[in-house]
């Protein structure tokens, strides 16, 4: 199965109005990186337990370890969870900016070090969520 299909598959079985919200979430998102590579994580691991809830991923960065190994993974995710919807800023060096950056602006959002966690899309301003995702894309670009 395509991961456009994925993607779509885990939009629809979304109760409303989580449903709507993501979808129109993933719009904005494609508009913001209209040529990014898409990527779907179903939240299992290699022996098919689940290990997260799944995650639609946007844009390419390569992550270094502190092993020295390195991975290509996704700068911006989305995923819907219990309470509502998180948005993954991956890459962002300073675990404070996000909060410091665009949590007075944002609405009713928990930011963490890379999260913007919210009930609805109706709860945040768009406008700094997209400029929260901009500034990722910025700072992962390769």
Known sequence: MSIEKQIEEYIAAQPEPKRSDMQELHRVILKVMPKCRLWFLD????????????????????????????????????????????????????KKYLAQAYGKDIGKAKITGYCIK?????????????????????????
């Open 43 to 94: 939240g299992k691991d290699d022996s098919g337990k689940t290990v997260s809830n799944p995650n639609i991923g946007y844009g390419t960065q390569t992550i270094k370890y502190a092993n020295g190994n390195a991975r290509e993974f996704y700068q911006i995710g989305i995923s819907a969870n219990t309470t509502g919807i998180s948005v993954y800023i991956l890459g962002i060096e300073d």
């Open 118 to 142: 919210f009930k609805a899309l109706s709860d945040i301003r768009m406008e700094t969520l997209k400029a929260a995702i901009r500034y990722g894309i910025d700072q992962t670009a390769i």
